[in-house]
């Protein structure tokens, strides 16, 4: 223990080096630990900082001076000299202290404060502290705002506190109090971008009937974490699902909201029935417009959105795919190593670029998997997906099996500063028995026989209570087929667990739903199925349109 005449010449080098050492980190509890240990052995033989309840966690205290004695706090460090056991209050411990106390006075009046002649029998003195006969009790204000107290004792063989150590301990405490409150504001911004981003990527992806599919979400630390990863599994027409994984580069809040911009953009422009290319390029204008309009927020130059499509069609066993400067997908077989899809790879958004989609077919024992760069991202930065794809080739009985061994390959390998998403994706293919079409003849006798094959299906599939319903939206789509198309004209339905009903034919005129007068003769046929099915809509090809309705089957 050193002497006054020792501590005041070096005071202020006992200041430099606290402040030097006291908020190298935005975490709570550290800055609370470095705090303690700036003080011990140079102030105090032992020390001690107590919170406020709710401030490791980010909470706002209430502003002004508090209750000493009615307050809660929490033990969030100490530190022995001569590296003996802190003490007997562990970390997160509730803390109270007695009304009358040194320290509640020290709390309530928000000034420092001396005692001298404590005791091992002192009733208020908390049980670390003995033996002690010295303390020096301050209060951690930063900006108007009580955090809690920093205490410092000195044992028997230590002179007491004098004036100036007083002094020296209040600027310490001072700095301490700066730096635990910027922790604080840090620690409440991160579990606000932890909270956006459990709304972006919610807890359970929506089951779908056509692919199997489990997701590991990957997050940065806890403070420097970076990025807004997203995937998404979402339902397209005709049974089809779509697959996505996106990535918004950045910091913070901002990143994720980003993220949450673009994946409700994605959303929405999916029920437009767009392929993967065009759905990107309307994308990419809808970012350039966001960072047009946003300049002066500072999203400048190196502000970065990809987006990956994979859309499977789960009667063909084909898949559509386009990506917007996002890692390609790696397709897992169980006759060969893991490989990623050969694509081409379009520019991150906001960089004027074109897209492409290639197809490809998907073995129906096959996994597509999905990952962000925050799976895969090395040390240095790079992306380098070896060890994903190691992980992925080994034998697995599930997919919950095989993201595990993923999660674990790649955890040595990653930086931890950006968070990642990965998705696995197994597919289901529709049974042959549940898809069955017909050639329409363009004539308006087909429409009865449209009928009729329909229901004598639906009878073959038990579901003939949906035959009056079903049999209404043939009729009105083949027929507006007939009359508006171009042949040849298909008919064709899906059974899952909705039934789906497609008309297509070669022409790309594009319906619209009409409210038909009273004395008007026909235009009611789309408003029929409008009001008859679930949801419809039409989605274009290289060979023409099909207009598609979908319905829930009972049962």
Same mark, same amino acid.
């Given at each position: 223990?050193?002497?006054?005449?020792?501590?005041?010449?070096?005071?202020?080098?006992?200041?430099?080096?606290?402040?030097?050492?006291?908020?190298?980190?935005?975490?709570?509890?550290?800055?609370?630990?470095?705090?303690?240990?700036?003080?011990?052995?140079?102030?105090?033989?032992?020390?001690?900082?107590?919170?406020?309840?709710?401030?490791?966690?980010?909470?706002?205290?209430?502003?002004?001076?508090?209750?000493?004695?009615?307050?809660?706090?929490?033990?969030?460090?100490?530190?022995?000299?001569?590296?003996?056991?802190?003490?007997?209050?562990?970390?997160?411990?509730?803390?109270?202290?007695?009304?009358?106390?040194?320290?509640?006075?020290?709390?309530?009046?928000?000034?420092?404060?001396?005692?001298?002649?404590?005791?091992?029998?002192?009733?208020?003195?908390?049980?670390?502290?003995?033996?002690?006969?010295?303390?020096?009790?301050?209060?951690?204000?930063?900006?108007?705002?009580?955090?809690?107290?920093?205490?410092?004792?000195?044992?028997?063989?230590?002179?007491?506190?004098?004036?100036?150590?007083?002094?020296?301990?209040?600027?310490?405490?001072?700095?301490?109090?700066?730096?635990?409150?910027?922790?604080?504001?840090?620690?409440?911004?991160?579990?606000?971008?932890?909270?956006?981003?459990?709304?972006?990527?919610?807890?359970?992806?929506?089951?779908?009937?056509?692919?199997?599919?489990?997701?590991?979400?990957?997050?940065?630390?806890?403070?420097?974490?970076?990025?807004?990863?997203?995937?998404?599994?979402?339902?397209?027409?005709?049974?089809?699902?779509?697959?996505?994984?996106?990535?918004?580069?950045?910091?913070?809040?901002?990143?994720?909201?980003?993220?949450?911009?673009?994946?409700?953009?994605?959303?929405?422009?999916?029920?437009?029935?767009?392929?993967?290319?065009?759905?990107?390029?309307?994308?990419?204008?809808?970012?350039?417009?966001?960072?047009?309009?946003?300049?002066?927020?500072?999203?400048?130059?190196?502000?970065?959105?990809?987006?990956?499509?994979?859309?499977?069609?789960?009667?063909?066993?084909?898949?559509?795919?386009?990506?917007?400067?996002?890692?390609?997908?790696?397709?897992?077989?169980?006759?060969?190593?893991?490989?990623?899809?050969?694509?081409?790879?379009?520019?991150?958004?906001?960089?004027?670029?074109?897209?492409?989609?290639?197809?490809?077919?998907?073995? @129906? #024992? $096959? !996994? =597509?998997? *999905?990952?962000?760069?925050?799976? +895969?991202? %090395?040390? /240095?930065?790079?992306?380098?997906?070896?060890?994903?794809?190691?992980?992925?080739?080994?034998?697995?009985?599930?997919?919950?099996?095989?993201?595990?061994?993923?999660?674990?390959?790649?955890?040595?390998?990653?930086?931890?500063? @950006? #968070? $990642? !998403? =990965?998705? *696995?994706?197994?597919?289901?293919? +529709?049974? %042959?028995? /549940?898809?069955?079409?017909?050639?329409?003849?363009?004539?308006?006798?087909?429409?009865?026989?449209?009928?009729?094959?329909?229901?004598?299906?639906?009878?073959?599939?038990?579901?003939?209570?949906?035959?009056?319903?079903?049999?209404?939206?043939?009729?009105?789509?083949?027929?507006?087929?007939?009359?508006?198309?171009?042949?040849?004209?298909?008919?064709?339905?899906?059974?899952?667990?909705?039934?789906?009903?497609?008309?297509?034919?070669?022409?790309?005129?594009?319906?619209?739903?009409?409210?038909?007068?009273?004395?008007?003769?026909?235009?009611?046929?789309?408003?029929?199925?409008?009001?008859?099915?679930?949801?419809?809509?039409?989605?274009?090809?290289?060979?023409?349109?099909?207009?598609?309705?979908?319905?829930?089957?009972?049962?």
């Amino acid at each position: 223990m050193a002497t006054p005449d020792e501590r005041h010449p070096a005071g202020s080098d006992l200041l430099r080096a606290a402040v030097a050492s006291v908020g190298t980190t935005a975490d709570v509890l550290r800055t609370a630990d470095e705090l303690a240990r700036a003080t011990v052995p140079g102030l105090a033989d032992f020390a001690a900082v107590d919170l406020l309840d709710g401030v490791v966690d980010g909470d706002v205290p209430p502003p002004g001076p508090v209750d000493g004695a009615a307050v809660r706090l929490r033990r969030a460090a100490s530190c022995r000299a001569g590296g003996g056991v802190p003490g007997e209050v562990p970390v997160g411990a509730d803390v109270a202290y007695a009304q009358g106390s040194p320290y509640a006075h020290s709390l309530t009046g928000g000034m420092p404060l001396l005692e001298s002649g404590a005791g091992s029998d002192t009733p208020w003195l908390v049980p670390d502290a003995r033996p002690a006969h010295a303390l020096a009790a301050l209060p951690l204000t930063a900006h108007g705002t009580v955090l809690g107290l920093l205490h410092l004792y000195r044992g028997p063989a230590a002179p007491p506190f004098a004036p100036g150590d007083l002094e020296l301990a209040a600027a310490v405490a001072a700095h301490g109090a700066v730096c635990l409150d910027n922790a604080r504001r840090e620690a409440r911004s991160a579990r606000s971008r932890q909270t956006l981003r459990h709304a972006l990527l919610r807890d359970v992806v929506p089951a779908h009937p056509t692919v199997e599919h489990t997701r590991r979400y990957l997050p940065g630390r806890r403070y420097k974490g970076k990025g807004g990863s997203w995937c998404d599994v979402i339902a397209l027409s005709s049974a089809r699902v779509a697959l996505v994984a996106g990535d918004a580069t950045g910091h913070g809040i901002q990143a994720v909201a980003r993220a949450g911009r673009a994946r409700t953009a994605v959303r929405a422009l999916l029920s437009m029935d767009l392929a993967p290319d065009e759905l990107l390029t309307h994308l990419e204008r809808l970012v350039r417009q966001i960072l047009a309009t946003n300049e002066a927020s500072g999203e400048g130059p190196g502000v970065t959105t990809t987006c990956l499509l994979v859309f499977y069609d789960p009667v063909t066993g084909r898949c559509q795919a386009a990506s917007a400067g996002h890692p390609p997908p790696l397709v897992v077989r169980p006759d060969r190593p893991p490989e990623p899809v050969d694509m081409p790879v379009g520019p991150p958004f906001g960089e004027h670029g074109t897209f492409e989609s290639v197809g490809l077919d998907l073995p @129906e #024992d $096959g !996994v =597509l998997a *999905l990952y962000t760069r925050g799976v +895969v991202g %090395g040390l /240095d930065g790079a992306t380098t997906p070896d060890a994903l794809v190691r992980a992925l080739g080994r034998p697995a009985d599930d997919l919950d099996t095989m993201a595990a061994h993923a999660v674990e390959a790649v955890r040595p390998v990653r930086s931890g500063e @950006e #968070d $990642g !998403v =990965l998705l *696995l994706a197994r597919p289901r293919p +529709v049974s %042959g028995r /549940d898809v069955v079409s017909w050639e329409v003849p363009p004539e308006p006798a087909s429409v009865s026989r449209a009928r009729d094959l329909t229901a004598e299906q639906l009878t073959l599939w038990n579901a003939a209570g949906e035959a009056p319903t079903t049999q209404l939206i043939v009729s009105e789509l083949v027929t507006n087929a007939i009359r508006y198309g171009r042949p040849p004209l298909t008919l064709r339905l899906i059974r899952t667990d909705r039934l789906v009903c497609e008309v297509t034919d070669t022409s790309s005129t594009s319906p619209h739903l009409r409210h038909a007068g009273g004395m008007d003769e026909g235009g009611r046929g789309l408003f029929l199925v409008a009001q008859l099915a679930d949801t419809w809509g039409t989605r274009y090809t290289t060979h023409g349109k099909t207009i598609w309705a979908e319905q829930p089957l009972s049962g």
